[in-house]
């Protein structure tokens, strides 16, 4: 019986051990997350025709994409290098729809620019892998 206890107790305390593992694999950041709330509360309703929000919000997008771009990479993320590459790109397109947007560009011009910019998120997000 007490092999038994003794068993199960290392079996359980092997899958406490795995989740705190797992749990602590998926590495935070902050300006990431910043950047997506803005992300996606402009470009949701863009997808739908409704291009106030990323008209209003550019300079935030802006602000929140170069505060990303600053900041450190986390070091568990293997293609740092890749990921350095694409926010940058992050930027310049950000830029590009705050100024166009200051300039008057129309709806569609806008939509386009920030779906290229979607796109580009989701390729940072994907090199974020330890």
Not at 54 to 75: G, Y
Request: hydrophobic share 40%; net charge positive.
């Amino acid at each position: 019986m007490m092999k038994h206890l003794k068993f199960l107790f290392l079996g359980c305390l092997m899958l406490l051990m795995n989740g705190v593992a797992l749990a602590n694999s998926k590495t935070d950041w902050k300006e990431k997350d910043q950047f997506h709330t803005v992300m996606s509360q402009t470009f949701h309703p863009a997808e739908e025709g409704n291009l106030k929000p990323i008209r209003e919000r550019s300079e935030e997008m802006l602000s929140k994409a170069l505060a990303w771009q600053k900041s450190p990479i986390p070091t568990a993320f293997k293609k740092q290098k890749d990921i350095q590459v694409q926010l940058d790109k992050l930027v310049k397109g950000t830029q590009s729809i705050r100024n166009k947007i200051q300039q008057g560009a129309k709806d569609e011009e806008i939509k386009a620019d920030l779906t290229a910019l979607h796109d580009i998120f989701h390729e940072i997000v994907g090199l974020c892998k330890e």
